[in-house]
């Protein structure tokens, strides 16, 4: 079975984001950008189903600037992947437009298990997997925190606002990822030089005659209301006065 | 505008995440309601008697017991043909379905919004909340999540919405449920509970988190939350996650025990009312956002705080 990754390159977690003094967005120039930790847990996986036996090929795709081949396809390929798609584009593709990209590259790898992260920590949509499920018409097993192939079936355990349920899905499947799926290993140096003879394939969005034309415009982005800096009690008694007076105890 | 707002339930009763929604779409225009799923005919009675409800559409059928996304989303494309927006909240099943409506219709989703500044702008937090977006679609129909602390919730009362019932879409056969464990408890749920208190990785064990944490949430009637640290090293289950990619929680009172604020934390809570921290570091960052921090070692600070209140 072949498995496919959807990744993305983002701010790196560690850096605090700023937002740009002309309200247009955050700032990102000058910054790292790694790949978006969600997804490093998809391919974390997708190399532990190899490993297992239950996945044969793994392929790994990246919709955004040529930076991202060295930002992330390539760690991707350090940590397992076989080879890379990298659809070149500097303009902004929303979720839709990336699920509709990824239908199309779906339609010719014809993979068996698509996994992507739960959610991007730039925009925090968390929509991409459950929209390319719709468009091709596939089950889902969203939030996951463990899978488990089965024959022509994948079961999900999902995190969701309960505790946990497990879901039993048909392949080809679509599988997002929670935090606690696995730890993903790092992409050591070695294998970032071995990685570098794999291949990547550049497409550009045109070969795949979607239309990404935003539905979304930005008006503007603004910082958080900030708090007031508060202060620190001395001892428990006076921590008890105080929520005494606020009528808590 | 003609709204829908999909029913968080457990077949059972309406989940007060819904309250929330229903406000963010009376914003919009008329309200609608949909409860999907098995035996509902009490959640369905319940909802119509919601503050502000029109009309409520009530699809029983096994095929939605338990919320599956491949059934439950070509049933909502179909009501879809008679109304503008649908609005969840942004719970784990709202997450899970709206999407999977959203390409299904071809609209581009707006996620967690915050408020609605007109019948086509929202804002909506982005970068673990460190930003705040304000956007505007092009799109004809609304598909938007609804961040439940944004929010008023919506009176439980006063309402006299006619419920009618809509034929069930089938099931695809895609996925089938296979079980849940869902902890019992009897404390407040985390997402609508006046007071919290969560527990760090400085709990440093299971045993020793519940024999620290759940003490001082019975005194104080708390629901009990965690931070990632706490959730992946298993002091404490998933469901208690609070942050960016967990909880989003606003109460009245938060009480951040070991926990230093890592950014993704603090994306589930600031908006607390007040916030209280006890931390041995005088420096750790959620000192930056606490009103009352006390410095110290939560191993006897906290056992002593329990017993004084
Ligand atoms: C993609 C991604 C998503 C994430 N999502 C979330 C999320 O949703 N929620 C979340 O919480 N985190 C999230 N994180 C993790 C986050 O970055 C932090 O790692 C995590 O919040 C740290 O948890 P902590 O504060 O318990 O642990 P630490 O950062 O280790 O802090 C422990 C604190 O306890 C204090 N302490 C130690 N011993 C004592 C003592 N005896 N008495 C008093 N104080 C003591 C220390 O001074 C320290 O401040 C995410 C990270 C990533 C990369």
């Known amino acids: 079975m072949k498995v496919l990754v959807p990744v993305k390159r983002v701010l790196d977690y560690n850096v605090k984001p700023r937002v740009k003094a002309d309200g247009t967005g955050v700032d990102l120039a000058n910054v790292k950008m790694s790949m978006n930790p969600f997804d490093e847990i998809a391919i974390e996986e997708a190399v532990r189903l190899k490993e297992k036996g239950a996945a044969t090929e793994i392929v790994v795709v990246t919709i955004g600037v040529a930076k991202a081949e060295t930002d992330v396809l390539l ?143 930005t008006l503007k982005v603004v910082e958080p209301a900030k708090r007031q800096a508060g202060i620190k009690v001395g001892s428990v008694d006076e921590l008890v006065e105080k929520l005494k007076g606020m009528g808590v105890a | 505008m003609k709204t829908l707002v999909w029913v968080e339930h457990d077949n059972q009763s309406v989940k007060d995440a819904t309250l929330s929604t229903v406000t963010a779409a009376a914003k919009l225009g008329d309200v609608h309601l949909l409860v999907a799923g098995k035996g509902v005919s009490g959640v369905a009675e319940a909802a119509a008697k919601i503050e502000g409800v029109g009309k409520v559409h009530v699809a029983d059928d096994a095929a939605y017991e338990h919320f599956l996304a491949e059934n439950v989303a070509p049933l909502i494309v179909q009501l879809m043909g008679d109304h503008d927006a649908v609005l969840f909240p942004a719970t784990t099943t709202g997450k899970n379905v709206a999407p999977r409506v959203a390409a299904a219709l071809d609209v581009m989703q707006i996620s967690d919004i915050l408020s609605v500044e007109g019948a086509d702008t929202f804002t909506r937090p982005i970068y673990a909340g460190n930003a705040i977006a304000t956007v505007q679609t092009s799109d004809k129909k609304l598909v938007l999540t609804v961040r439940g602390t944004a929010f008023d919730k919506a009176a439980t009362t006063g309402g006299s919405g006619t419920v009618e019932a809509v034929a069930a879409a089938g099931d695809t056969g895609l996925s089938t449920f296979a079980g849940a464990e869902i902890a019992a408890s009897e404390r407040p749920e985390l997402t609508s509970a006046k007071i919290i208190v969560s527990g760090g990785r400085a709990l440093g064990s299971s045993e020793q988190f519940h024999a620290l944490i759940d003490p001082l949430a019975d005194k104080l009637g708390a629901a009990v939350g965690a931070s990632r640290a706490a959730v992946d090293a298993g002091y404490a289950p998933n469901d208690y996650q609070v942050g960016q990619t967990g909880k989003i929680v606003a109460p009245m009172v938060y009480v951040a025990v070991g926990i230093s604020g890592a950014i993704q934390h603090l994306a589930g809570m600031k908006d607390s009312k007040t916030i209280v921290a006890i931390n041995k570091d005088e420096d750790a960052p959620i000192f930056q956002v606490a009103d009352i921090g006390l410095v110290g070692d939560l191993f006897t600070l906290v056992p002593e705080l329990t017993e004084k209140l």
Do not use: C
């Open chain 1, 75 to 217: 760690t991707a390929r350090a940590m397992g992947a076989d080879r890379g798609i990298l659809i070149q584009t500097d303009e902004t593709v929303e979720p839709l437009a990336v699920a509709k990209l990824l239908a199309k590259v779906a339609e010719e790898e014809q993979p068996g298990l698509i996994i992507l992260g739960k959610q991007a920590i730039d925009d925090d949509s968390n929509q991409t997997g459950q929209m390319l499920a719709a468009l091709l018409g596939w089950a889902q097993g969203t939030f996951a925190s463990k899978v488990e192939i089965a024959g022509d079936r994948v079961h999900v355990t999902r995190e969701i606002d309960g505790g946990l349920e497990t879901v039993d899905l048909k392949l080809p499947a679509i599988v997002t990822t929670d935090l606690r799926l696995n730890e993903p290993r790092y992409a050591t140096l070695p294998n970032i030089m071995k990685a570098k003879t794999k291949p990547v394939a550049k497409k550009t969005v045109a070969d795949y005659g979607v239309d990404i034309t935003p539905r979304l415009t």
